[in-house]
């Protein structure tokens, strides 16, 4: 059977959808009226953040304690570009000082009732897409931070140590993958999850062997932490966010012995989502390809940061063109203009090959 492009993307943020974002909170007991005046605030504060369709504020009518957040946006690498951004983190803060959890959820639109256009505009406010993809019901994510300078092979050797938490964390989450690289002082941990994503990081966050390694490291981290605070952690967590923006999988294709890689790619300022958009359609005409050595290839990208995770069958230098993201001496071009220059001028600076520290998969179902 041949596999469809639309059967191999299981994630994209770059195909034109509106967004529907969802917040479902749990509020501290008392702390209705300090929310409902906090979301006031924040209605206000982000009523002129570009993409910004509108939202809804919601109370459960069975448990006043319950709510939930609604917005639109017109795409979104809109709505990343806003929450994840440092402005983003201190408008929300008086919300989470307000609740005992927060789930955020994001849906791109595929089908609406009414009408679609845009009252000031008349434009079509976003694009619904013709059928939905297909995954593998996997949730991917990561998490990047970075070291003090000269700490680097100490940190490495605390992060390459640890014994790997239970992968089953209820009925329906398990954590199938952790893979951990660095580049420099910068720390990036990619996870793959089956199930809710945010009840296995929490399963994870609670091991006594991940607590402890996560104590040894804190005296190396740039910016200071304190997990033993919910808030404190809460504002690590959402700052060293790195989204996972597409996802693609060649799928069906034996191959060889696959390994697995990960590229930073010093974006130039103001074109992290330009380069992150550019390399995802260079990953899915490459999937098109049956001779790729690609085998799947996953981008995460938070502001300027941008990282490529993928994995390879056979040598990276076989076809290091399409293993870099680019195949052409036009698309090198490309490339070249959204990366960063070192001084100012000259040539841009190569995408970065990542140090693997540790890779683990969860062992097969019994």
């Given at each position: 059977?041949?596999t469809t ?9 770059f195909d034109?959808?509106m967004l ?7 509020l501290?007991?008392?702390?209705q009226?300090q929310?409902f005046e906090?979301?006031?605030q924040l ?7 570009p993409?910004?369709l ?8 069975e ?11 017109e795409?979104?690498?809109?709505y990343?570009?806003w929450?994840?951004?440092?402005r983003h ?6 919300l989470?000082?307000?609740?005992r ?8 639109v595929?089908?609406?009732t009414?009408r ?9 406010r976003g ?9 593998a019901?996997?949730?991917?994510h990561?998490?990047t931070f970075t ?8 940190v490495a050797?605390?992060l390459?140590?640890?014994a790997s ?11 199938c993958?952790?893979?951990l690289?660095m580049h420099?002082?910068?720390?990036v941990r ?5 199930g809710?994503l945010?009840?296995?990081l ?12 996560e104590e040894?490291?804190?005296p190396y981290?740039?910016q200071?932490r304190?997990?033993?605070d919910?808030?404190?952690?809460r ?5 060293a ?28 300022p103001g074109?992290?989502t330009?380069?992150?958009k550019?390399l995802?359609?260079?990953d899915e005409?490459s ?7 690609v ?6 990208q938070r502001?300027d ?12 230098d076989a ?10 001496p036009r ?7 959204l ?5 100012g ?5 190569p995408?970065?090959?990542m ?12």
């Open positions: 059977m041949t492009l639309s059967e191999r993307v299981s994630q994209s943020a034109g959808s529907r974002v969802v917040l479902l909170m749990d501290h007991e008392g702390a009226q929310f906090a979301y006031e209605r206000h504060d982000i009523a002129s953040v993409g910004h509108g939202d809804q504020l919601c109370q459960s009518f448990n006043p304690s319950q709510w939930l957040i609604t917005s639109e946006w795409s979104a690498p809109q990343l570009a929450v994840n951004s440092e983190v201190e408008q929300v803060r008086p989470g000082a307000c609740a959890t927060m789930r955020p959820l994001q849906f791109t595929l089908r609406e009414g679609r256009y845009d009252e000031v505009s008349q434009a079509p694009r619904l897409q013709p059928a939905p993809r297909l995954g019901g996997i949730v991917r990561a998490l070291v003090k300078k000269g700490s680097e092979k100490a050797d605390i390459s140590s640890y938490p239970a992968a089953q964390v209820d009925d329906h989450t398990r954590l993958r952790t893979s690289f420099g002082n910068r720390v990619t996870v793959e999850v089956q809710d945010m009840a296995a929490r399963h994870v966050s609670e091991q006594p062997e991940v607590r402890a390694v040894a490291i804190n981290l740039e200071d304190d997990l033993s919910p808030e404190s952690a504002m690590f967590f959402m700052r966010a790195l989204p996972a923006v597409h996802h693609i999988d060649a799928g069906g294709r034996e191959s060889a012995e696959v390994r697995r890689h990960a590229l930073f790619y010093p974006a130039k074109c992290g330009a380069l992150a550019f995802s359609q260079q005409a999937a098109q390809c049956a001779s790729s050595p085998r799947s290839s996953s981008i995460f502001d940061i941008v990282v490529r995770l993928f994995d390879v069958a056979g040598p990276l076809r290091p063109g399409t293993a870099f993201g680019v195949e052409g698309k090198a071009a490309v490339l070249d203009r990366l960063a220059k070192p001084s001028s000259g040539p841009a600076a995408p970065h090959p140090n693997l520290i540790t890779d683990r998969r969860a062992p097969a179902k019994s």
